[in-house]
């Protein structure tokens, strides 16, 4: 009974608190609503009587009253306006509507912080140079008030509906309440009267130990309890560290049950597939990485415990590049049983991208046809080629010393001059290796480490003898080998290379044909030997007379040939072949016999006219030009 009414009571109190509630918040949102209004309507009418000011500053400046009078009259039909009043800037009036009217209303009322049944408005009357005075108006709120009070008195009965509502809807739940608790206890009277149950007696002492008993128990489950919610907390924080690491290996990482259904996945997994942060919990691993499927016989083979762990590789397709990637798959066992499997995942494509590389820089190493060493900062050898070995003619140089290939003193100074250098040196040198000097070219290269400390030297030494001997078989294929001057051969194809390279401009040059004068009489008189120092001296003279853009070229016994090249005239021509002519008749020595001799020029003048011309014929023309110089009397020039 007594709980009854204070179920009642309860009710009644919560209904109460409910029309409370309603009825401030109704009264609140009315109030807001009125000042909404009023403070729209109060900006509304300043911007009014702020133009009707500035239409006023006339009036007043002339002293209308009549136009004062007409404004004040027009104010006035406005419903919301009580009272207007023009007052100029001595505090007087000028018009008023009604025209009794306390003035010191206006300047005295001060403004309501919230809201009022009405409010003073005033607006300067001036113009830039001058005030005249203020305009005052008096709003009523009438029908704002209205309104509120339509608006609270709704809110009274929205309330108090609500509140009987909540409270018919209180005590149909309790009345259920009620009626459930009833017919349970009906129900257990039964089944106690069906089985004849009387509650036995407890003495006190049983009582007491029954207490102990329930309090020993109590703080069991407590403490257990405890223990539970420490060892969750703990799980929590293993849990929380295992997803840190996971999210912080580099590697890809995937973890899926034994259907293959990803568990968890850190970050760079995404990055391997060239993905965004799709969520790709609980999806079939083979069908995001189908390549992976051929491999499922060896997963199951990590979960059933036939192996420990595997590793293998294979390909994916990512953005239309394939990437090589190799994985190693572990269990996470749970109570002795493989739950889930552990995928790292690496991409090795730059790996065997780099380890071909070396191989392939292995083999090219080993097939080099030049001697490579690869000395430490020691200067040990600690790699060489088969050339090295072959030109050493030692089997293995590993760990031999510099100086024990390379044994002379002037030799070793200049080897150890270029491994101190940090940076690459090429030259030519000549080095002693079994006592044969061979000529060698040198390419030296500083390997770096990462923190720019030296760490090898690499040293190609390419043989020069086969070089050597090719130029020297070139030279004298080309060459005269008295005089060292270009042959018939080397000039023909430097008269070739000239005119191809000029068929289509406007670039002249020149061809000289020169023969001794008197050569065979001293050849006769004083030997070959004679002769053949003659010839080297008038090739010497030759040469350095010439600019290096020239040629001179010996054909044959004492006829010589010159290309010039960029003559700009025939009398830049007569000048050069006068000058010419006077250094070739200077005395000749020969031990100790002085002679001299002259020499007959013809020489042909080629420009666009005549460049097409075949060079044989050039050659003729100046041959045919040299012989006219000696039938006009020798040590002449004849230019065509």
């Known amino acids: 009974m007594n709980a009854s009414i204070k179920g009642q009571h309860g009710r009644s109190f919560i209904a109460l608190l409910l029309f409370i509630f309603m009825a401030t918040l109704g009264l609140f949102i009315s109030s807001y609503q009125l000042y909404q209004q009023q403070s729209a309507l109060l900006q509304n009418y300043q911007i009014q009587i702020s133009q009707y000011a500035k239409f006023l500053a006339p009036s007043l400046a002339f002293a209308d009253r009549q136009l004062a009078n007409t404004t004040v009259e027009e104010l006035a039909q406005d419903a919301n306006i009580e009272q207007i009043a023009i007052v100029k800037a001595d505090k007087s009036i000028m018009a008023a509507s009604p025209r009794q009217m306390n003035i010191n209303e206006a300047f005295q009322t001060?403004?309501?912080?919230?809201?009022?049944?009405?409010?003073?408005?005033?607006?300067?009357?001036?113009?830039q140079q001058q005030h005249y005075g203020r305009l005052y108006i008096k709003l009523v709120f009438d029908n704002s008030w209205q309104q509120a009070k339509q608006g609270f008195y709704l809110a009274l009965f929205l309330s108090f509906a609500f509140s009987v509502l909540v409270g018919f809807s209180l005590a149909r739940q309790r009345r259920q309440q009620q009626q459930n608790l009833i017919e349970l206890n009906l129900t257990l009277q039964q089944m106690i009267d069906e089985i004849g149950f009387q509650a036995p007696h407890i003495q006190?002492?049983?009582?007491q130990t029954l207490k102990h008993?329930?309090?020993?128990?109590?703080?069991?489950?407590?403490?257990?309890?405890?223990?539970?919610?420490?060892?969750?907390?703990?799980l929590e924080k293993r849990k929380n560290f295992a997803e840190t690491i996971i999210e912080t290996v580099q590697n890809s990482l995937v973890v899926v049950d034994r259907s293959?259904?990803?568990?968890?996945?850190?970050?760079?997994?995404?990055?391997?597939?060239?993905?965004?942060?799709?969520?790709?919990?609980?999806?079939?691993?083979?069908?995001?990485?189908p390549t992976l499927k051929p491999h499922q016989k060896?997963?199951?083979?990590?979960?059933?415990?036939?192996?420990?762990?595997?590793?293998?590789?294979?390909?994916?397709?990512?953005?239309?590049?394939?990437?090589?990637?190799?994985?190693?798959?572990?269990?996470?066992?749970?109570i002795g049983?493989?739950?889930?499997?552990?995928?790292?995942?690496?991409?090795?494509?730059?790996?065997?991208?780099?380890?071909?590389?070396?191989q392939l820089a292995a083999k090219m190493f080993q097939a080099n046809r030049n001697a490579v060493l690869i000395l430490d900062n020691q200067q040990l050898i600690q790699m060489s080629n088969p050339a090295m070995a072959s030109l050493c003619q030692q089997k293995t140089l590993r760990h031999c010393h510099i100086n024990d290939l390379f044994n002379q003193p002037e030799e070793q100074a200049k080897l150890q001059q270029i491994l101190a250098s940090n940076n690459?040196?090429?030259?030519?040198?000549?080095?002693?290796?079994?006592?044969?000097?061979?000529?060698?070219?040198?390419?030296?290269?500083?390997?770096?480490?990462?923190?720019?400390?030296?760490?090898?030297?690499?040293?190609?030494?390419?043989?020069?003898?086969d070089s050597v001997e090719m130029e020297r078989l070139e030279k004298m294929a080309l060459h005269d080998q008295l005089t060292g001057l270009p042959n018939r051969a080397h000039l023909m194809q430097r008269l070739q290379q000239t005119q191809n390279s000029h068929q289509h401009d406007q670039y002249q040059y020149c061809i000289a044909f020169l023969d001794l004068d008197g050569f065979k009489l001293i050849n006769d008189t004083y030997g070959h030997d004679a002769g053949d120092s003659l010839l080297q001296q008038v090739s010497k003279r030759l040469q350095q007379n010439i600019r290096q853009s020239d040629l001179a070229a010996r054909l044959a016994g004492d006829e010589f040939v010159l290309v010039l090249e960029n003559t700009q005239s025939i009398n830049d021509l007569q000048i050069f072949a006068d000058k010419l002519l006077?250094?070739?008749?200077?005395?000749?020595?020969?031990?100790?016999?002085?002679?001299?001799?002259?020499?007959?020029?013809?020489?042909?003048?080629?420009?666009?006219?005549?460049?097409?011309?075949?060079?044989?014929?050039?050659?003729k023309l100046a041959d045919e030009a040299m012989y006219q110089a000696k039938q006009a009397g020798k040590n002449q020039v004849i230019i065509r």
């Open 298 to 334: 060896a997963l199951e083979q990590v979960f059933n415990g036939e192996k420990a762990t595997v590793t293998e590789q294979f390909s994916i397709y990512v953005a239309g590049k394939v990437k090589r990637v190799r994985f190693t798959a572990t269990r996470l066992s749970l």
């Open 582 to 619: 006077t250094v070739l008749t200077k005395t000749y020595h020969y031990g100790e016999i002085d002679f001299a001799v002259s020499a007959s020029i013809g020489m042909v003048y080629i420009d666009h006219h005549n460049i097409n011309m075949d060079i044989s014929e050039q050659l």
């Open 337 to 358: 049983k493989a739950s889930q499997l552990l995928l790292a995942l690496e991409d090795i494509t730059m790996e065997i991208k780099a380890a071909r590389q070396t």
């Open 424 to 465: 690459t040196w090429q030259g030519s040198q000549v080095l002693t290796l079994n006592h044969e000097k061979i000529p060698f070219e040198l390419h030296y290269t500083a390997i770096f480490s990462k923190k720019a400390e030296k760490e090898y030297s690499i040293l190609q030494l390419v043989d020069l003898r």
């Open 204 to 207: 006190a002492d049983q009582k």
């Open 213 to 234: 008993n329930f309090e020993h128990l109590l703080n069991e489950v407590r403490n257990r309890e405890s223990q539970q919610a420490e060892t969750v907390k703990q």
């Open 110 to 127: 001060p403004p309501s912080p919230w809201f009022n049944s009405f409010h003073w408005l005033s607006a300067d009357i001036s113009n």
């Open 260 to 289: 293959l259904c990803i568990k968890m996945l850190n970050q760079a997994f995404y990055q391997l597939l060239n993905e965004q942060d799709d969520d790709m919990l609980d999806l079939f691993l083979p069908d995001i990485l």
